[in-house]
Nanobody, 125 residues
Framework: QLQTVESGGGLVQPGGSLRLSCAAS????????IGWFRQAPGKEREGVSC????????NFADSVKGRFTISRDIAKSTVYLQMNGLKPEDTAVYYC??????????????????WGQGTQVTVSS
């Protein structure tokens, strides 16, 4: 069964940091792109970051550039999203998903599958 499981969310003050983890199972992490997405209440799900299957290409939404980084540990079959300088507008449920191919493409939800259950990130003082 192709599956991704997110963890690491929580409540953090503005300016704080969190590291989200996406544990992949049922498929080879190095064969597919992995994307991080988020969905705030009343808003559409949006792409946050993506890493290619080879790990040599990453992309980020303009809203998180310079604050978020994406990395992975093939041995642990896990992709990480390091989030620094968090802002209240980063509050959302964060999801990871497996790309249908090895590259990130446009990084839109329709290009990804095997969605996890999500992890809540709340940025508030």
């Amino acid at each position: 069964q192709l599956q991704t499981v997110e963890s690491g969310g929580g409540l953090v003050q503005p300016g704080g940091s969190l590291r989200l983890s996406c544990a992949a199972s049922g498929f080879t992490l190095g064969a597919y792109a992995i994307g991080w997405f988020r969905q705030a209440p009343g808003k559409e799900r949006e792409g946050v970051s993506c890493i290619s299957a080879a790990g040599d290409r990453t992309n980020f939404a303009d809203s998180v550039k310079g604050r978020f980084t994406i990395s992975r540990d093939i041995a642990k079959s896990t992709v990480y999203l390091q989030m620094n300088g968090l802002k209240p507008e980063d509050t959302a449920v964060y999801y990871c998903a497996r790309g249908r191919v090895s590259l990130c493409g446009r990084g839109v939800p329709a290009e990804f599958g095997s969605w996890g259950q999500g992890t809540q990130v709340t940025v508030s003082s």
